[in-house]
């Protein structure tokens, strides 16, 4: 894809929402990492039904660690994981509290060592806590890049890299949510509705398949 074509499906998805926002539900810089990590693999309705629980029982890092890990099993048993996201998210509770004095870690490097936070994660937290122009890549960003042929890449990283490449600065902070949310409700992994889609034009794949 040209970098016309770019430009016009970043103007696109500009026009369409200026200010594109998360759908998962949080108060504070702590929640939205917490809320993050329970996202793998799982939807963001999903996330923030048992969220709604957890952050009401325990809102902070001391009180999410003091809440313990079996009650927090119990909170969050209905996502796909969740064994596993119950020992991480405790760890990250007691880190933040002991090694960080209740600060979200403000480099990709440092939120790295958190339990359970990979690349996506930490890039998420980047831009949207310290207002850092990351590209996080998850499922529907790297769906959408592809498929559309706006950059195409193997791994999710190559993908990252080329879009902090070709995607101009002034798009970068918007640019995940807006191919969230434009792959989770129209250019879907099964039957994507590219009858609804404002990027047909630009787009390679709904050439391909005419």
């Known amino acids: 894809m040209n970098k016309k074509k770019r430009l016009s499906i970043l103007y696109s998805l500009e026009k369409k929402c200026y200010f594109p926002m998360s759908e998962l539900q949080y108060s504070t810089n702590f929640q939205l990492l917490i809320a993050t990590i329970l996202s793998a693999r799982s939807t963001d309705l999903k996330v923030n039904k048992v969220t709604k629980r957890l952050f009401l029982l325990a809102p902070s890092p001391l009180e999410l660690y003091l809440l313990g890990e079996k009650k927090i099993m119990e909170i969050i048993q209905s996502l796909g994981l969740y064994k596993k996201k119950t020992q991480y998210i405790y760890k990250v509770s007691k880190i933040i509290l002991y090694k960080h004095a209740n600060d979200i870690p403000n480099t990709r490097s440092k939120l790295l060592k958190l339990p359970g936070v990979g690349r996506k994660t930490a890039n998420i937290i980047l831009n949207k806590i310290f207002q850092k122009n990351t590209i996080a890549v998850d499922t529907h960003v790297f769906r959408v890049c592809n498929r559309t042929n706006f950059v195409s890449g193997k791994t999710y990283k190559i993908v990252e890299l080329k879009l902090k490449r070709m995607v101009p600065w002034k798009f970068q902070s ?15 992994s099964i039957n994507p509705q590219c009858n609804l889609c404002i990027l047909k034009k630009y787009c390679e794949y709904s050439k391909k398949y005419k």
């Open 174 to 188: 918007r640019f995940h949510d807006w191919l969230v949310l434009h792959g989770r409700y129209v250019c879907k």
